[in-house]
């Protein structure tokens, strides 16, 4: 072991890993700055330090040399921190702010970069992911210059509480696997075993995409050998690689041998093991997702004993930090049902919205085609981030469960304080609300007369200090108002976690008994509030198709009669609804009220018919909507692209630094994607971008109309259009070189699939377009937003344009508002 100081401490130490020995240097000095920047669950961020390094003014930081001064006047200044002894940096001068390391490099080499606790990192001007919950497996490949290299890294509020730790480490080998972050299966005897999906990660170390790639296993005997995806330069890719594990059902644990093989040369070797489990324990079991294709899985609680008949589905969702096995396991198994717990994509991951919404989805599913449950039998329920879930899912698909139960919740992630955000809620000031109404999907209280259809059972510790009781008493005063079908329990002295009870609370399960589904045909009232029909849109027999004003709630009260052959009923903020007259017989003639106006008859044509009424000054008979229009298979918003195995399509066609971006950008969002949502994701240059290659699937687009090939290919017809110094919108034009546009666009060659396009006028247009908080869950992103770099500093008097296009995807129809 040997010191050098070179303006910090350098530590080299030898870490054992198999097959290899590499050499770590840990950072030990700094300066930080802080607070200074916000970032929150909406589209709107600042950040005073990213201001003044995509401007070009950032000074160098010295020791006690002013950054800035805050809205006080009061200067906030560089101050030195030095790594405790467990080797994390701590205190208050880095809260909402900024640590500044230095690594001397002696030449130009590549290296692993591992950060902890941190939203993100600047290396030497370029982003990188972060490691907020301190997980310890973001192994980021970096490369040095000769000399100089600095680490800008971004720490949140509670990045000091549990610390910041840096290092660099110098690999033997600059293609191998990673078994840090592994996702794996359990054998279960009982199940199919002779190819099960894993999910390991593989490290290109190097300066050229690494194509060509496979990996073989060898479990018992058994080899598979599965193509690898291409990994870009200079990062990381966790791949899904097949086992073939039918010949290693005994109990205990099995040793998997895995090559990563280049054109048929071995070129790095790993072993991991599997767990081979006894009938009627709880079990892992992976599959493929339909969201970006990655590996993921889910657990269960199976069934203890089955009594010939179909067993109840109990969907379990975790809170956070909890593993899905973990979920699971605090369930004693059931002898009338399986319990099966989804991930959320990670221990954290979204919050149960947006992509751990739909991981559950895809688990629902799933789980329905593996263990053919009883249709009416479908129950829901979850603890603390879970109980948010369960308020969440239950609020948004009301027809999927006959009863949920929310434990230790909470109902809105603003009112739990996990918002963060810059608007206020009910801002009356245009441009804030037309971006607070993107965040109405994740309102659980303005969604909450969609409980009527549910039973609901609310379980909490009255001594919980984690998640207040407060929340179930206020949706208890709240469900008391309409709801005449729910229980209500707060555990004498129970805190936030008070042992398995805390989920596997038996009167939770007696009142899951008592509860079922009714089927369409015997509900003759729907009452469903929806914010986004491209979410949710449907209760049983009627659905929301399209809206009046997008994202504005919209409502549907309808009452059925077979005997009178009539529905009426009210609507609000409904364009165009949908009614499946099954139950009327054929050839009846049945009449339609709506909101007081004139009924409209209808012949009934078939015994399974939907027919869809769109409004004008009234109601009326129209035919299905074309699915090139807004509605419940595509209706924005810009976040729509990112799923649907979407592919990263980058610009090359620019100017060198503009090109860097590009791919830097979507570099690091699929290193942001892979840390929240354990995924994985293609990306693939303008030039190698063909439609016909990537059918049906999302698309991100990076650059603009002069940069990018694939801009013409996917937006010729689009209104939004983005060049150098310009954008228009339809006739409204916008100019400057520091100008950003987030939008998205449906693929005209796909009847579901969409474009998620991250663009800007200029260089600095495109870094202010760095920020992607809208990875976090229950983000609020608009169809459409423009805006400057001043943004960073302003905040929304930075905003140009924001809104959302017609139901016929027109800017004309639309919704914006604009300065």
């Known amino acids: 072991m040997r010191k050098i100081i070179l303006g910090l401490f350098i530590v080299l130490i030898c870490i054992l890993n198999p097959a290899r020995s590499q050499t770590t240097y840990k950072f030990t000095d700094g300066l930080a700055v ?98 907020a919950y301190r997980y ?42 990673n078994t840090d972050d592994l996702t794996l299966p359990h054998i279960v005897p009982s199940l199919k075993n002779d190819s099960l999906w894993m999910g390991i990660v593989v490290l290109n170390n190097t300066s050229k995409k690494l194509s060509d790639l496979e990996a073989s296993t060898d479990l018992s005997g058994k080899l598979i050998t599965t193509k690898l995806p291409e990994i870009p330069p200079m990062s990381s890719r966790k791949v899904g690689i097949l086992v073939g594990a039918s010949d290693s059902l005994s109990i205990g644990k099995h040793k998997v041998s895995i090559k990563l093989e280049q054109n048929r040369k071995v070129i790095d070797e790993t072993n991991v093991e599997l767990e081979s489990i006894a009938e009627g324990k709880h079990y892992s079991r992976t599959f493929l997702s339909n969201i970006d294709g990655s590996v993921q899985y889910y657990s269960v609680a199976p069934q203890s004993k089955s009594d010939g008949k179909a067993p109840s589905l109990f969907l379990s969702v975790h809170g956070a930090e909890v593993q899905a096995i973990n979920q699971a396991r605090a369930y004693k198994p059931k002898d009338w049902g399986v319990v099966v717990a989804p991930t959320n994509r990670r221990p954290r991951g979204f919050n149960w919205e947006d992509w751990g919404r739909m991981d559950a989805l895809e688990v629902l599913e799933i789980a329905k085609k593996q263990y053919k449950p009883d249709p009416s039998r479908i129950y829901l329920t979850g603890h603390s981030m879970g109980g948010h879930g369960t308020w969440f899912l239950g609020a948004t698909y009301p027809g999927n469960w006959a009863a949920i139960a929310p434990s230790a919740g909470y109902p809105n992630l603003s009112s739990y304080g996990s918002h963060d955000g810059q608007i206020p809620e009910n801002s009356a000031i245009p441009m804030e609300a037309i971006l607070l109404r993107a965040s109405n999907p994740s309102n659980v209280l303005a969604l909450a007369t969609n409980y009527k259809s549910l ?59 008592w509860h079922k589904i009714k089927k369409d045909t015997a509900d003759n009232h729907i009452d469903i509030k929806i914010a986004n029909p491209g979410i949710s849109y449907k209760m049983r027999w009627a659905g929301i198709y399209q809206q009046i004003s997008p994202l504005n709630y919209s409502r549907i009260q309808l009452d059925r009669d077979k005997i009178k052959n009539n529905i009426t009923g009210k609507t609000e903020n409904a364009a165009l609804i949908s009614l499946d007259l099954t139950g009327f017989d054929t050839g009846r003639t049945i009449n339609i009220s709506l909101d007081s106006l004139a009924a409209i008859p209808y012949t009934v044509k078939n015994s399974d018919e939907t027919i869809y009424l769109k409004k004008s000054s009234n109601w009326e008979i129209t035919s299905k909507p074309d699915l090139t229009q807004k509605g419940p298979a595509r209706n924005g918003t810009f976040k729509d692209g990112f799923k649907s195995r979407m592919v990263y399509v980058y610009a090359t066609k620019g100017s060198p630094e503009e090109n860097a971006w590009a791919f830097e950008k979507a570099r690091f969002d699929s290193e942001t994607w892979y840390f929240r949502g354990n995924g994985a994701v293609d990306i693939v240059t303008d030039k190698d971008f063909d439609p ?45 070189e520091d100008l950003a546009a987030y939008f998205v666009w449906p693929r005209k060659d796909s009847q579901t699939e969409s474009i998620s396009i991250i663009s800007g006028t200029g260089i600095k247009g495109f870094k202010a377009a760095n920020a992607n908080q809208y990875f976090s869950g229950g983000s609020g992103f608009a169809d459409l937003m423009i805006f400057s770099a001043e943004m960073l500093k302003s905040g929304v008097e930075g905003v140009k344009m924001a809104g959302f296009f017609g139901n016929d995807w027109s800017d004309e129809k639309g919704d914006f508002v604009k300065k």
């Open 692 to 736: 016909a290659k990537f059918q049906d699937r999302g698309i991100v687009l990076y650059g603009n109309s002069e940069n990018n090939l694939a801009w013409n290919k996917l937006l010729a017809d689009c209104p939004v259009k983005v060049s150098r110094g310009k954008i228009f919108v339809g006739e409204s034009q916008f100019t400057g």
């Open 455 to 513: 039973g609901v059972y609310i379980a909490h510790g009255d001594a919980d200090k984690t998640v207040s009781v407060e929340y179930a008493r206020q949706m208890r005063k709240l469900l008391g108002t309409f709801h005449n079908d729910f229980s209500y329990y707060e555990y004498p002295g129970g805190e936030h976690w008070y042992g398995d009870e805390s989920v596997d609370w038996a009167p939770i399960f007696n009142f899951f008994s």
């Open 34 to 131: 802080g607070p200074c920047h916000q970032y929150g669950r909406e589209a709107i961020y600042k950040d005073e330090f990213a201001y003044q390094l995509y401007s070009g003014t950032l000074s160098k930081p010295q020791d006690g040399s002013v950054f800035i001064k805050n809205e006080k006047g009061e200067e906030l200044k560089w101050k030195p921190v030095k790594s405790d002894t467990s080797g994390r940096f701590r205190g208050e001068a880095f809260t909402n702010g900024y640590i500044y390391l230095t690594y001397q490099s002696p030449k130009e080499q590549s290296v692993l970069l591992n950060i902890t606790g941190h939203d993100m990192v600047y290396v030497n001007g370029v982003p990188r992911g972060g490691d």
């Open 136 to 177: 310890g497996w973001m192994h980021l490949p970096v490369q040095l210059k000769k000399g100089n290299n600095e680490f800008y890294i971004r720490v949140a509020r509670f990045g000091r509480f549990g610390g910041i730790t840096a290092k660099l480490t110098f690999p033997v080998k600059n293609i191998a696997f």
